[in-house]
């Protein structure tokens, strides 16, 4: 059974929300899409939002 609503996993929104012309926030480097579905994700879901948002955070501090 999924886990709907699984509040586990935080959400990594800091409030600063501008998104860019890839339609990736600035804030917390999610997709419209990733935002879009996070809160009737299960915490599977969730961990890769978290993941695929880590690594668009660290690759723009490598730039």
């Not at 999924?2 to 998104?19: K, L, M, Q, R």
């Not at 695929?52 to 723009?60: E, I, L, V, Y």
Request: glycine share 2%; aromatic share 6%.
């Amino acid at each position: 059974m999924s886990e709907i609503f699984d509040n586990t996993v935080p959400s990594p929104c800091i409030a600063y929300c501008c998104v860019d012309d890839q339609q990736i926030c600035q804030g917390c480097f999610r997709s419209l899409a990733e935002i879009a579905a996070w809160s009737a994700a299960d915490r599977q879901t969730r961990l890769t939002i978290v993941e695929n948002a880590k690594r668009r955070a660290d690759d723009a501090q490598a730039l």
